[in-house]
């Protein structure tokens, strides 16, 4: 049903699924014994956060922050503001903040300040899309899932005015849903 809206699949639930147990593998390996703790930002990230977290085979602590730049837009606002805090105090942790995308950049450079201003021991990023075209501020992930062109992508967390988020892959909305005819 919500098919009819996607112009094209751009990434499959298996690609998906086969690159979160790769990433997994290479964050299992980067934080054992290091207990760090992860941070979905919400809303986008539940998705990807939901898989990944269960291919990293060593402890970790999870908890949410939800950052808003967006609102129902498709373009960026250029603000970010907190809307939920962390539940734990990042003092010399090590922290993975996991994102569903990254596009102008703000938000992960938003959040990264702010870790690093609360002295978190080390601050990493994993964001299972990455759209560089879109890129404003300079600032990279550390682990990717995949690139992504300059196009109104939405699924697997990614929305369009809070639809779509449920999507099991990633694909290219079409151009009639978001114009007005
Ligand atoms: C989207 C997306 C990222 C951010 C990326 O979140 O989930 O968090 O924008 O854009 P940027 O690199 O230009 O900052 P949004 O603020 O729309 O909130 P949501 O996750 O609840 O959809
Ligand atoms: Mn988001
Ligand atoms: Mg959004």
Do not use: W
């Not at 990434?11 to 054992?32: F, P, S, V």
């Not at 010399?92 to 690093?116: C, P, Q």
């Amino acid at each position: 049903m919500l098919e009819k809206d996607i112009e094209r699949v751009l990434i499959t639930r298996e690609q998906i699924q086969a690159r979160c147990a790769e990433l997994g593998k290479e964050l299992a390996e980067t934080y054992k014994g290091k207990n760090p703790l992860v941070v979905g930002v919400l809303k986008g990230a539940v998705p990807f956060m939901s898989d990944i977290v269960r291919e990293i085979d060593t402890y970790v602590e999870l908890d949410f922050m939800d950052v808003s730049s967006y609102g129902n837009a498709t373009v960026s606002s250029g603000e970010v503001k907190i809307v939920k805090d962390l539940d734990t105090n990042v003092e010399g942790r090590d922290l993975l903040i996991v994102e569903d995308i990254i596009d102008s950049g703000r938000t992960l450079a938003y959040l990264v300040d702010l870790f690093k201003y609360r002295k978190a021991n080390s601050v990493k990023i994993v964001t299972l899309l990455d759209k560089k075209e879109g890129r404003v501020v300079d600032i990279d992930a550390d682990y990717i899932g995949f690139d992504v062109p300059n196009e109104f992508v939405v699924g697997y967390g990614l929305d369009y005015a809070e639809a779509y988020r449920n999507l099991p892959y990633v694909g290219v909305l079409k151009a009639s849903v978001y114009q007005s005819n």
